[in-house]
């Protein structure tokens, strides 16, 4: 079965998770963490990424995202493929580090910021990696402790979660602790981890025995809030679809996005596709990925064969393209209907 298209918006809250393959660990000790670390605090204000929680069990990690100037995906892909390729340095290991993709769930803000606070910093606790909620207050390892005010981390943003719990720091954090001390007797919250309205209701069955059967209900495994959401963010994902589609439909392949970005900035098709880093030639083949991607939906691992060059070296590309495309207004199809 294919697997669904992931599903991201500037701005948009994500709820990731990332876990060893085989259920092994991709946390050995905390040189290992510091490093996973030392990324975060590099790419997440590079790419205007907000984290809001997160935390750190040996074999798999949570976290809470808020897109920001790059797709979700680009964050993922140059955090996590860095990480391995240490990873397997260090250790003197071969082959996968993570279990196929990570997971990510795009996530009701109002309804389940706070709740999805709390889930992934109670995980520490949960996996009994501390006795309690008071060693849990300064485990370096979760982000936890930055909320209590115990570990300070310029990346992760205390102040906008605490917002959720009053105005003044001190009284929101014992609001707070308060929350997530209630939280502990809720064990494991497959709700919070599985995505879609369905679920977080318990599944057909709970609906069928309810009223709710006749409420406007959707179900998304990629999303957890309610049908209204769910509508929106797959309205907004078929409208870039059927953007993709229509300009398939036109003959805008590969081929014919490069020939617009080296006719957009004056030079010869050929030099799209060479390893030139003359400054003109490298603006177009930033244009070129960007459109290619984002436009035509093509693969990074697609555009990297086709340009041979290593799949870091496309997402740098997108994301330059996308800063050109947003300061000049370039567009690969003024208007669809023409």
């Known amino acids: 079965m294919p697997r669904s298209a992931r599903l991201d918006a ?12 085989e259920r092994r660990q991709i946390f050995r000790d905390n040189s290992d963490r510091e490093d996973f670390l030392s990324r975060l605090e590099k ?12 935390a750190f069990i040996p074999n798999h990690a949570h976290f809470l995202f808020r897109t920001g100037k790059v797709p979700i995906a680009t964050l993922m892909r140059r955090l996590l493929t860095g990480y391995a390729v240490y990873f397997n340095h260090r250790h003197k290991r071969s082959g996968q580090l993570f279990q196929n993709r990570y997971k990510s769930i795009l996530c ?3 309804i389940y910021l706070a709740e999805l606070v709390r889930y992934i910093h109670l995980n520490p606790l949960r996996a009994g990696l501390v006795k309690s909620l008071g060693e849990l207050n300064y485990y370096f390892y979760c982000g936890h402790s930055a909320l209590m005010g115990n570990k300070k981390r310029d990346w992760q943003d205390v102040d906008y979660v605490l917002s959720y719990f009053g105005k003044q720091h001190i009284g929101a954090r014992s609001q707070y ?26 599944g057909w069955s709970a609906i069928t ?3 709710l059967k006749d409420k406007h209900i959707k179900s998304d495994e990629r999303i957890l809030g309610d049908g209204d959401f769910v509508d929106s963010l797959l309205s907004a994902a078929d409208e870039k679809f059927e953007r993709s589609h229509e300009l398939r439909r036109l003959g805008y392949d590969l081929d014919k996005t490069a020939r617009r970005a080296a006719e957009v900035c004056g030079i010869e098709l050929e030099d799209i596709f060479s390893r030139s880093r003359q400054k003109t030639k490298v603006k177009a083949r930033s244009l070129f990925c960007y459109w290619a991607s984002r436009e035509l939906g093509i693969s990074y691992a697609e555009l990297a064969r086709r340009l041979g060059i290593s799949i870091p070296a496309v997402s740098y590309s997108v994301e330059r393209g996308e800063m050109i495309v947003k300061e000049k207004n370039y567009q690969l199809l003024d208007n669809l209907n023409t």
């Open 10 to 21: 500037p701005g948009a809250l994500h709820h990731i998770m990332i876990r060893g393959i």
């Open 43 to 54: 790419l997440l204000p590079a790419t205007q990424t907000s984290c809001y929680a997160w």
């Open 108 to 110: 009701q803000e109002d």
């Open 177 to 202: 602790y308060d929350f997530v001390s209630e939280g502990i007797h809720q064990g494991r919250r497959d709700d919070l981890t599985g995505g879609g309205l369905i679920r977080s209701l318990g």
């Open 209 to 211: 025995k309810s009223d």
